[in-house]
């Protein structure tokens, strides 16, 4: 079975701060998608990543690829308010555009 | 181009009725997907649909729950006799195609209460 694992589930941070979020997934994948919710909200895109090695960039997130780890991470410099909501990695499993999702990270940017 | 809709966006239902639930892709887009997002979890994958075809209901409940995807009008997802548990975030998503260059663009979502 698929298993899209994400850490932390919750992360609490003050303004200015750097932190990484995970995202460990069970089965072969080259893309892995990132997504932003805020409460009540539908899910924004952030970032798409296509192949082993991919680095992105948008502001202050960074997203990576090494899909022979089978982990992508998302980077967060310097944070800001603006950043607190919740962040979903996406695997896409097969030709379809299946995407299996992780489970979240509730992340609150504090003053 | 509008972006992909969905109606209606809130939607409270008694136990024991039926939830109809429409999505309409983006202009083009003819891959519709859906997804539920149970409170303070995930979205869980439920069906995959091109125009008149189930490609893919893995995630679907084998009960109560139904998808369509018709050559004219919106796709819908129909949840008959509801239950207190099938209260949730129901999202579609479409796509332009499927392959490496192209992705999943998601509706405002349907929020289901069941009383």
């Known amino acids: 079975e698929l298993k899209v694992e994400q850490n932390p589930l919750f992360l609490s941070m003050q303004e200015g701060k750097n932190y990484t979020i995970y995202c460990n997934y069970s089965?072969?994948?080259?893309?892995l998608y990132w997504y932003r919710q805020d409460p009540g909200k539908s899910l924004e895109s952030l970032f798409v990543l296509l192949s082993n090695g991919a680095v992105k960039q948008e502001g202050r997130l960074m997203a990576s690829l090494d899909t022979k780890a089978r982990l992508s991470t998302l980077h967060i410099t310097a944070a800001v308010h603006d950043l607190s909501a919740t962040y979903f990695c996406?695997?896409?499993?097969?030709?379809?555009?299946?995407?299996?999702f992780g489970a979240g990270t509730r992340l609150t940017v504090k003053p | 181009n509008a972006g992909v809709m969905q109606n209606p966006r809130h939607l409270v239902r008694r136990r024991g009725q039926e939830a109809r639930l429409r999505c309409s892709p983006m202009?083009?887009?003819?891959?519709v997907y859906w997804y539920r997002q149970l409170p303070e979890e995930g979205l869980k994958f439920m069906v995959y649909l091109q125009k008149e075809n189930i490609i893919d209901e893995s995630g679907m409940p084998k009960e109560r729950f139904s998808a369509e995807f018709p050559k004219e009008g919106p796709s819908i997802l129909r949840i008959q006799q509801v239950v207190r548990g099938d209260s949730a975030a129901y999202f579609c998503?479409?796509?332009?195609?499927?392959?490496?260059?192209?992705?999943?663009?998601f509706g405002p979502g349907t929020r289901l209460t069941v009383t």
């Open positions: 089965t072969t994948s080259d893309r």
């Open positions: 202009k083009g887009h003819s891959h």
């Open positions: 998503a479409s796509s332009l195609t499927t392959g490496l260059h192209y992705e999943q663009y």
């Open positions: 996406a695997v896409d499993i097969g030709d379809n555009n299946d995407m299996r």
